[in-house]
């Protein structure tokens, strides 16, 4: 591995061990609606109780991209983020932020208020600016995969040779062009539910460590996402059990982030996770005399 921290306005956040990123929407009409916070005492209240249950970046968006969501004006998005992130950071100095952006306006915004972490779906395809503008920044960037960027036609393109073989190509490609702007500190997501049905998924979730051959952290957000609840024929509210069952699988083939809703659950997940690790290195097969 070839990192270990992300360097966020002069601050380390230390990779070394997975870590829970909490997610709050600042929206009406996000898929969970457990994650929808607008009224400022809300948002102070999620931000905290983020915190204590263990997350250590909160992710804040201002746009759902669930498929069907209601279009939202860039300045209304950027009213969104602004208040939001300068009331977290009015009262948690520490706690790295994310801007969940596509727009690079939102992203200045964001950042300007205080946060520290661009998380862009679109992969600077929706926004030609925003590679320039994160390189401008000199923040980390969450790099999702995605198909074109398109949000209204994404469901419908899925063709791939190999999901896997592709999204290594895509990252790479991505990830040099980033590195000639000067961009640092690059996160993947393999985009789980962008772009991908549901047996895509599960094979992507299979195969995921293969991503680690770039050398880059990895983010995996699949917090009751419709690949769990279509599978279990049940709904996004009811799909908590499954989402932890996904993001240890996800931990195992290398995750480094674990996007969520559910907090706790996930914290608890990452400590179960690290001590089996340590009873894996720690013990040895018994011999055949002890049988």
């Known amino acids: 591995m070839s990192y270990t921290t992300l360097n966020c306005n002069g601050k380390l956040l230390d990779l070394s061990l997975p870590i829970v990123m909490g997610i709050i929407n600042?929206?009406?009409?996000?898929?969970?609606?457990?994650?929808?916070?607008?009224?400022?005492?809300?948002?102070?209240?999620?931000?905290?109780?983020?915190?204590?249950?263990?997350?250590?970046?909160?992710?804040?968006?201002?746009?759902?991209?669930?498929?069907?969501?209601?279009?939202?004006?860039?300045?209304?998005?950027?009213?969104?983020?602004?208040?939001?992130?300068?009331?977290?950071?009015?009262?948690?100095?520490?706690?790295?932020?994310?801007?969940?952006?596509?727009?690079?306006?939102?992203?200045?915004?964001?950042?300007?208020?205080?946060?520290?972490?661009?998380?862009?779906?679109?992969?600077?395809?929706?926004?030609?600016?925003?590679?320039?503008?994160?390189?401008?920044?000199?923040?980390?960037?969450?790099?999702?995969?995605?198909?074109?960027?398109?949000?209204a036609t994404m469901q419908k393109q899925t063709s791939y040779h190999n999901i896997t073989a592709d999204l290594l190509r895509f990252f790479s490609e991505k990830v040099d062009l980033l590195r000639t702007k000067g961009v640092n500190d690059i996160i993947l997501d393999p985009g789980f539910g962008f772009a991908k049905d549901i047996e895509q998924n599960y094979e992507l979730m299979a195969h995921l460590s293969l991503l680690k051959q770039l050398g880059l952290p990895m983010l995996v957000g699949i917090s009751r996402k419709r690949m769990i609840w279509q599978l279990l024929e049940t709904n996004a509210d009811e799909s908590l059990n499954g989402t932890t069952v996904l993001n240890v699988l996800a931990l195992q083939q290398g995750a480094d982030i674990l996007r969520v809703h559910d907090v706790k659950e996930a914290a608890e997940a990452v400590k179960i996770f690290l001590k089996y690790k340590e009873g894996e290195s720690a013990g040895t097969a018994p011999s055949a005399t002890y049988l």
């Open 26 to 151: 600042i929206t009406p009409d996000s898929f969970f609606k457990g994650s929808r916070f607008q009224a400022h005492d809300d948002i102070l209240r999620r931000a905290g109780q983020i915190i204590e249950e263990g997350g250590q970046i909160i992710d804040v968006g201002g746009f759902s991209t669930r498929p069907g969501a209601n279009e939202v004006s860039e300045t209304e998005e950027t009213d969104r983020i602004a208040m939001a992130v300068s009331c977290i950071r009015e009262v948690y100095k520490d706690i790295p932020i994310s801007i969940d952006t596509f727009r690079t306006k939102v992203a200045e915004t964001g950042i300007q208020e205080g946060a520290d972490i661009i998380n862009d779906i679109s992969a600077g395809m929706i926004d030609e600016n925003m590679f320039d503008a994160v390189a401008r920044l000199k923040v980390p960037y969450i790099l999702m995969h995605n198909v074109k960027g398109d949000l």
